[in-house]
């Protein structure tokens, strides 16, 4: 491509800011603009001399902008805005609601697939890149079994779910795995671990004033597809506690899949991917900007409907030809 993709962003909190910071170390992409549910005139993003429109004037520019890349949260933004905006747009998210990934799939599929779009899905690290990593060490050691490990990190979806019940003022969720875990699944021992035995979940909750603490615990707690599963503790503090303790957003997690080879499966195999993140969301900001770039060459070439990371070749996801990767990289 000689021209430079047109990047429109939807949403403006830290995976919106993330994304411009993405879109900055690219040689092929330039944010044309920025749409919120806010007032357009109280938001001024990082990149000089990108407008900023409301979201409710985003379908004036549905042919010129290549791809959005959408940043709102899983919980209740995506689910309606994915659907919607496929219909018109090129578009990528970080859908991450594990349970309710085939059926947003399906949704999306639908709206793209008869706009002649391409909505790239459930794009970061986990779903994501652990996914290819599940699928290539499946795909390569067969006899095997898989582990997943989150954190200790601040997750954002979790985070958002928090602060959207009522009487939350803000809120972070660490996700903590449990280290004897850890090392029983290094260890080539294939041990069976319940969702409860790998991970733990911390919530640092500022409550608005008045609000009842017992029932927001519990709808924590009880919150399906987020915290019901969990050993879940539930801390209130104070919004100073907060800002002083919290402010960070980092992150990191492990994928490993304990496999067997040989006609009897007597060779043990471990294979790792991990990954330890300063910023959760400026990472997974950095692989949707790569995903972006994806969903545009494959619609260039005639491709339309959802795809997952697992439908995309990794070549499309870099700014380099074909040529130049397989004499640097293969």
Not at 131 to 137: D, G, P, T, V
Not at 175 to 188: D, L, M, N, Y
């Amino acid at each position: 491509m000689n021209k430079k993709i047109k990047v429109g962003i939807v949403g403006h909190g830290n995976l919106g800011r993330g994304v411009e910071m993405a879109i900055s170390h690219t040689n092929d992409m330039e944010l044309a603009a920025v749409f919120t549910r806010r007032n357009p005139d109280s938001l001024t993003p990082l990149t000089k001399n990108v407008p900023v429109y409301s979201v409710n004037d985003i379908l004036n520019f549905k042919d010129k902008l290549d791809v959005l890349i959408l940043c709102g949260g899983s919980a209740t933004d995506l689910p309606k805005q994915g659907p919607e905006l496929s219909r018109h747009f090129n578009t990528v998210d970080s859908f991450d609601t594990h349970a309710k990934i085939p059926e947003y799939f399906d949704a999306v599929d639908a709206s793209s697939k008869g706009a002649g779009k391409v909505g790239i899905i459930s794009v970061g690290w986990d779903p994501g890149l652990f996914s290819i990593q599940r699928a290539l060490f499946g795909a390569v050691l067969p006899t095997g079994k898989d582990y997943t490990f989150w954190g200790k990190g601040v997750s954002q979806g979790h985070s958002d779910a928090i602060r959207r019940i009522e009487g939350v003022k803000d809120a972070k969720q660490y996700t903590v795995p449990v280290a004897s875990a850890i090392e029983g699944a290094r260890s080539g021992e294939n041990p069976e671990l319940t969702t409860r035995e790998k991970h733990t979940r911390e919530c640092f909750v500022v409550a608005e004033e008045g609000a009842d603490l017992a029932r927001i615990e519990n709808e924590i707690k009880t919150m399906p597809n987020y915290f019901a599963d969990y050993d879940t503790t539930v801390n209130f503090i104070s919004e100073e506690e907060l800002k002083r303790d919290h402010a960070g957003i980092p992150h990191g997690g492990f994928v490993i899949r304990s496999g067997k080879s040989g006609f009897d499966s007597e060779t043990n195999h471990v294979l790792e991917f991990s990954l330890k993140l300063e910023s959760n969301p400026e990472f997974t900001s950095s692989v949707l900007v790569a995903y972006a770039r994806a969903a545009v060459k494959l619609n260039t070439e005639g491709v339309s409907g959802a795809k997952t990371v697992l439908d995309i070749p990794l070549s499309y996801l870099s700014e380099k030809d074909g040529a130049t990767l397989r004499k640097e990289l293969v």
